[in-house]
Nanobody, 130 residues
Framework: QVQLVESGGGLVQPGGSLRLSCAAS????????IAWFRQAPGKAREGVSC????????HYADFVQGRFTISRDNAKNTVYLQLNSLKPEDTAIYYC???????????????????????WGQGTQVTVSS
């Protein structure tokens, strides 16, 4: 019943943009930490961005360098990742993930490790190539 489905990936040229979507069903995303991870061939899965449910704060990996934006549409139960100024090294499968805190946390809640997330989508491929 609980499901996350990513979409919006594709092939773009360097400098191009994509908007990735993560649609949730079976639960409401606004009460969960929502993160985007990515995994390139032969590399470990790494965190890209996270949106905290408690304070609404957003967080990004250093390699983002201001190029990406995470956002949420509560009415659509969907989280987005806007990818701008894409580079070839951004090529990867992008996954969305969600986790609900086990205790009440008033501040930021954004786990940084993949194994801290309970729910995962199947991923969407982003390829940046000229």
């Amino acid at each position: 019943q609980v499901q996350l489905v990513e979409s919006g990936g594709g092939l773009v040229q360097p400098g191009g943009s994509l908007r990735l979507s993560c649609a949730a069903s079976g639960f409401t995303l606004d009460y969960y930490a929502i993160a985007w991870f990515r995994q390139a061939p032969g590399k470990a899965r790494e965190g890209v961005s996270c949106l905290s449910p408690s304070d609404g704060s957003t967080h990004y990996a250093d390699f983002v360098q201001g190029r990406f934006t995470i956002s949420r549409d509560n009415a659509k139960n969907t989280v987005y990742l806007q990818l701008n100024s894409l580079k070839p090294e951004d090529t990867a499968i992008y996954y969305c993930a969600a986790v609900q805190p086990s205790t009440l946390i008033a501040g930021t809640y954004c786990p940084g490790l993949p194994d801290e997330y309970a729910y995962w989508g199947q991923g969407t491929q982003v390829t940046v190539s000229s």
